[in-house]
């Protein structure tokens, strides 16, 4: 059976602009669509994933963070790709500036909205780390991942070249919860590692360093990058060598299920003991006030959500020849 990847290649909420990765990975090869209609892309990614599973070709799909659906599908094999933009990302000019102004208008800023509740979120998150931060033995970190790196490299020789690295997202927040494809990802990784911690305990330094570091081996590296807040990692995989590193706090906690499964715990290792019980009641209210914040935004995507499918569906019926062309013409670009 051929390779089949979900994962996000961007996310709404870290600022106000739609921050996409995939535009620094995505093929030559590659079809855009400008704000299409939900359905109608459903039926012509539907009709490529099929002719790629027919033909046994690795197959990659990209999800929306907005609602999970399939919002572009990767062929690595073919070097090829199909990608949506949105209509409601501020900054960008779409139709409904010109036939629905007023409906635009309010996309755009209950899209703002929610960016606004989230980049809050993320205030109160950024306060519990600083706690942590204070307690944290950093040289103590560094050298836990030197020795990981020691153990994870032995015998290896750096490539003439570095590895090429693919940044994506595993999850986001969306209107169906939070949305996380960590299993399915490392589901035939070899070797799984389960980084444990508070905010601030230097999770995403430890995995920026190894991701560094694979790279400079020649390594391939898939870089998955935290939904609220993109310059902090939360997952390193180098598939070529049978590893995985993630970090496996909530909202994305996991505990191990297989034997080679292996815990690093860097509140455990790089924190003074009694921190957690010394802050209590501050980190009580701190998560308490960071999961009300990420409700609110929630409720805002969910808002988001409706109006945008409101205006899609009072638009007039496609013209199915129309349509069956353009079906067509992503078939030939994609396949040949």
Do not use: W
Not at 154 to 166: D, L, P, Q, T, V
Not at 277 to 282: G, M
Not at 289 to 302: R, S
Request: proline share 5%; charged share 25%; net charge negative.
């Amino acid at each position: 059976m051929s390779e089949k990847l979900h994962y996000l290649t961007s996310t709404l909420v870290p600022q106000y602009t739609e921050y996409r990765i995939d535009d620094q990975c995505m093929p030559e090869k590659c079809i855009r669509f400008n704000a299409f209609p939900p359905l109608c892309l459903c039926d012509i990614f539907a009709a490529v994933a099929e002719k790629a599973e027919k033909e046994n070709l690795p197959i990659h799909f990209l999800h929306h963070p907005l609602d999970d659906s399939i919002h572009g599908i990767y062929l690595p094999t073919l070097q090829a790709a199909l990608t949506q933009s949105d209509i409601f990302i501020p900054g960008e000019t779409s139709f409904t500036d010109l036939y629905a102004a007023s409906h635009a208008e309010k996309l755009k800023k209950t899209f703002f909205d929610a960016v606004t509740v989230f980049n809050s979120a993320r205030t109160f998150h950024n306060l519990e780390e600083e706690i942590y931060i204070q307690h944290m033995d950093f040289s103590r970190a560094d050298l836990l991942c030197d020795e990981f790196l020691s153990r994870l490299l032995a015998g290896r020789i750096k490539k003439e070249n570095a590895g090429k690295a693919y940044h994506r997202f595993f999850g986001a927040a969306s209107i169906n919860g939070n949305l996380c494809y960590i299993p399915q990802l490392t589901e035939t990784v070899e070797k799984r590692y389960f980084i444990k911690g508070r905010p601030g305990t230097g999770k995403s330094t430890f995995l920026k360093k190894i991701a560094n570091t694979l790279l400079e081996y020649g390594i391939v590296t898939e870089i998955y990058h935290c939904s609220l807040d993109p310059n902090s990692l939360d997952m390193v995989i180098a598939r070529e060598i049978g590893v995985c590193l993630f970090d496996s706090t909530a909202p994305h906690e996991f505990f191990p299920v297989r034997t080679s499964d292996e815990i690093i715990d860097l509140y455990k290792e790089c924190v003074t003991p009694g921190t957690d019980e010394k802050y209590a009641s501050r980190i009580s209210e701190l998560e308490t006030t960071y999961k009300e914040k990420i409700t609110e935004g929630l409720t805002l995507l969910n808002e988001l959500y409706q109006t945008q499918d409101s205006f899609f569906g009072a638009l007039p019926p496609v013209d199915t020849k129309a349509f069956q062309l353009l079906k067509q013409h992503a078939l030939q670009t994609i396949f040949g």
